[in-house]
């Protein structure tokens, strides 16, 4: 019969990577009894934060004396050795403890039990599933709220109480379920993990109220999303994310390709809390160009709107010039026509300040001619930009016999749609059926990088 090692731990914060343990609780139980007890406080080596001392009691003083890790961590191994690492919300004690033994040089591995998905299983339709109101809901008496030994023990009661109920055998075969699945977060049942595909798309991570706190995606969704729960968390973000997962949505999209542009519109239209590097709405900033009545293609720095289509988009007017006065002075454009500098009469009129400097060749004073001029900005904008007008990508689909369709129409991503490869099809008969279209800096990036090097099953049309 297998033994539970119930585990509770006291730390400075949340991030198993930036904070550490200060208090260990451990149980040895075998599902009627207690086999073994052990705790101790634990020195941290840091300064414990003010709001963690006023929620757990442990202040600095208490822990000064105190074992450091490093000598308990031995015990801690000896105690959980063949049995089920067992917690409320396991993988935050699960992740703390792994962290503290990685920096000893140690790979800390264990079967794991999360007592929150064990109580859903058997303790149905309760108010809510937090140790403290789970168990004054069911009349346990927690002695030493937020102190590892009485929250150790306060589950130690809850895993009698289910299993006191619950008949032996269903009993066991549950936990060794849950056990087998471990890694999920507590509030995510084990079939809609089971359910997810592994195929090609876009996977939702919602909390319980339904809200999407994170959007990835995968040429494996499953794969990709198993990732996400039972790899070590390596921040505060990914453990909380994963705690705070209650249920997992899914679009399958055929190909990698689709998956990129559906992901990258998702991530602006939901801005999913957890997304937060790539949420960005959209790149409020681009350089365009136009031929001037003298025959220049000049550049200049504009905010962007939802029609325009600049050659290149960035995030503030900082970020532009920046990029933009870089690529001046390396490839002698000249400032005024960059519109950098202001065209003007009386002081400020004639060449450029850097055609002083020799760095720009006069085109500014008609010095240089425009074809000659325009040569070089042609490569900077050949560089960033993006250069297919029409194209449509035709790859992989969902499902045997279909395809997916992305289109590009006048240099702008249009969207994507699913057809049977076996009906003719264009532009035209495409067009009403495309979704999700949206062209940003993101999404021109991805399709830059996808027709620099187009994967092998695809096709690319190009049209007038």
Known sequence: MARFAVVDLETTGSSPVDDRITEVAIFLHDGEKILDSYTTLVNPEREIPYFITQLTGINDKMVCDAPKFCEIAEKVVKMTEGAIFTAHNVNFDYSFLKSEFKRLGYQYQRRRL?????????????????????????????EGRHRAWGDAAATVK???????????DVFWDSVETLSKNGGLPPELEAQTFESLPEEPGVYYFLDDDGRVIYIGKSVN?????????????????????????????FEKTGNELVALLLESEEIKRLKPVFNVKSKRAGASYGIFHYTDQNGYIRLTIQKTRPDSNPIAFFPNMD?????????VWE?????????????ATGRTSGPCFQYQLHKCKGACAHKESPEDYNKRVQVLTSEIGFNEENVVIKGPGRREGEKAFVVVERGRYAGFTFASDEAPWSVETLKPKLEHGGHNRDVRQILKNFLA??????????FD
């Open 221 to 249: 969704i499953r794969e990709r999303v198993r990732s996400h729960f039972y790899n070590d968390h390596r921040s505060q973000k990914t453990l909380g994310m994963k705690l705070k997962t209650a249920d997992v949505h």
């Open 158 to 168: 809850l895993i009698e109480r289910i299993a006191a109920q619950t008949y032996p």
């Open 453 to 462: 090097r187009p994967e092998p099953g695809f096709e690319i049309f190009r």
């Open 331 to 343: 490839l002698e454009l000249c400032p005024k026509l960059c519109n950098l500098e202001p065209f």
């Open 319 to 327: 970020a532009a010039k920046d990029y933009l006065n870089a690529k």
């Open 114 to 142: 999360c007592t929150v998905r064990l109580s859903r299983l058997h303790l149905p339709g309760r108010p809510s599933y937090s140790l403290g109101k789970l168990c004054a809901d069911l009349g346990i008496e927690i």
